[in-house]
């Protein structure tokens, strides 16, 4: 079983929709969580960070974590055709290592 | 400022050769890390650098693999007698001071091929 497991998609949404993407991971020693995107032929950038379980938002993005349910997600309001590239989560516990789900691959159609 | 710097930005090589890829990292910061990443995967650890050391290379694959950072600032990652499922992008961030709530800063990407 992988440390972490995101559809890999892909997502095609209309622009102006809201967008949901999700992962989910088995090791409950994680507390740090990320969203990073990642277009094409380029390294991925951190969009959202956060630490232990709940909500934080910015701008249009807003992340949650569910440590009960070892369930993260990441919500695009008013999504723009500007937000297509692969969204990539990421945790880690330590700081260390740091586990990436396969990447979620999304298309805003204008 | 610059960011993390990597070169050579695509690298093809020969099974059974040896390939060295190098990071520039951010001036200052000290944790560095390198990620391998598939076609249609995320990124996969390999090594994370605090300073000149290695404080965990538990993702590096076999000992084909290696890594350095004398001076605490640019790595390498060393790969010897190349084989095909090495083929891959090969990623290093930098980060301020390490640990989870400092931000990883990604390079560009090494793209290796190796036929």
């Known amino acids: 079983q992988k440390e972490v497991e995101q559809d890999p998609g892909p997502l095609s949404v209309p622009e102006g929709a809201i967008v949901s993407l999700n992962c989910t991971y088995s090791?409950?020693?994680?507390?740090?969580f990320m969203w990073y995107r990642q277009y094409s032929r380029k390294g991925p950038e951190l969009l959202m960070y956060?630490?232990?379980?709940g909500n934080k938002e910015d701008g249009r993005f807003t992340a949650q974590v569910d440590k009960s349910s070892k369930y993260i997600s990441l919500f695009i309001r008013d999504s723009q055709p500007s937000d297509s590239a692969t969204y990539l989560c990421?945790?880690?516990?330590?700081?260390?290592?740091?586990?990436f789900g396969t990447g979620t691959s999304l298309t805003v159609i204008p | 400022g610059a960011g993390v710097s990597q070169t050579p930005s695509n690298k093809v090589t020969e099974k059974g050769k040896y390939v060295e890829l190098r990071c520039d990292p951010i001036s200052g910061h000290t944790a560095l890390y390198w990620y391998r990443q598939s076609l249609g995967q995320g990124p996969e650890f390999l090594i994370y650098?605090?300073?000149?050391?290695?404080?965990?290379d538990s993702g590096l694959p076999n000992d084909r693999f290696f890594a350095v950072r004398p001076e605490g600032s640019v790595s390498t990652l060393k790969i010897q007698r190349t084989e095909r499922g090495d083929s891959a992008v090969y990623l290093c961030?930098?980060?301020?001071?390490?640990?989870?709530?400092?931000?990883?800063?990604f390079g560009p990407g090494t793209r290796l091929t190796v036929l």
């Open positions: 956060t630490y232990s379980s």
């Open positions: 090791n409950s020693a994680f507390q740090y």
């Open positions: 990421a945790m880690t516990d330590t700081g260390n290592q740091f586990y």
């Open positions: 650098f605090q300073g000149t050391g290695a404080a965990d």
């Open positions: 961030a930098s980060s301020p001071m390490g640990g989870g709530r400092n931000e990883q800063f």
